[in-house]
């Protein structure tokens, strides 16, 4: 069954970076266009950026300059580099493919201290 396993989270100061890792297994990897998706406390699971399988991507405005997805069709996993980290990125963090077919993983959180 396909499975994504989130690592790289932690907690950081505003202004700090963090770098968040993606294994995929059980699917085409390469095949698809992949997603990081984030969930903030009380609000909907949101598409921060995603990338398709030769590396056009693509980001949400909240995060454009900040933030690169990146692949490694090789290895079946996706990144998300994360710089100039606010305390507005505080959120559990997801990836999937882009349109989510398949179940979540569990997720790596992410806060930010102001």
């Known amino acids: 069954q396909v499975q994504f396993v989130e690592s790289g989270g932690g907690l950081v100061q505003a202004g700090g970076s963090l770098r968040l890792s993606c294994a995929a297994s059980g699917m085409a990897f390469a095949n698809y266009r992949m997603g990081w998706f984030r969930q903030a406390p009380g609000k909907q699971r949101e598409l921060v950026a995603h990338?398709?399988?030769?590396?056009?991507?693509n980001y949400a405005d909240s995060v454009k300059g900040r933030f690169t997805i990146s692949r490694d069709n090789a290895k079946n996993t996706v990144y998300l580099q994360m710089i100039s980290l606010k305390s507005e990125d505080t959120a559990v963090y997801y990836c999937?493919?882009?349109?989510?077919?398949?179940?979540w993983g569990q997720g790596t959180q992410v806060t930010v201290s102001s």
């Open positions: 999937n493919t882009h349109y989510s077919n398949y179940p």
């Open positions: 990338i398709n399988s030769v590396g056009n991507t």
